[in-house]
């Protein structure tokens, strides 16, 4: 198993993100209330979770500063320019 990256974090957000808005809007649309809301909570549990995958995860290998989880897109730290993989 390959070590987990900046950038594999960042994708693990992006999914995090997605999924927990998808389980939310799903949850708006069953009628089951209990089904309801479980589905409403993991999907807001996910996306709350994702920020902080972010905060915790996302950091440039060599000066350890928080890689902007949005705007993120390039292979080279906004920092320091050093390389990320
Ligand atoms: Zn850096």
Do not use: N, Q
């Not at 927990?20 to 799903?26: F, K, P, R, S």
């Not at 390039?74 to 320091?80: A, E, L, R, S």
């Amino acid at each position: 198993m390959k070590p987990m990256t900046p950038k594999r974090w960042l994708i693990v957000f992006h999914c995090l993100i997605v999924l927990g808005c998808i389980l939310v809007l799903v949850g708006g649309f069953v009628d089951y209330g209990a089904l309801r809301t479980v589905l409403i909570l993991l999907g807001f549990g996910l996306a709350v979770a994702a920020p902080i995958v972010s905060l915790f995860k996302c950091r440039c290998p060599s000066c350890d500063r928080h890689l902007r989880a949005l705007g993120f897109s390039t292979d080279y730290c906004p920092y320091c320019g050093e390389f990320v993989d």
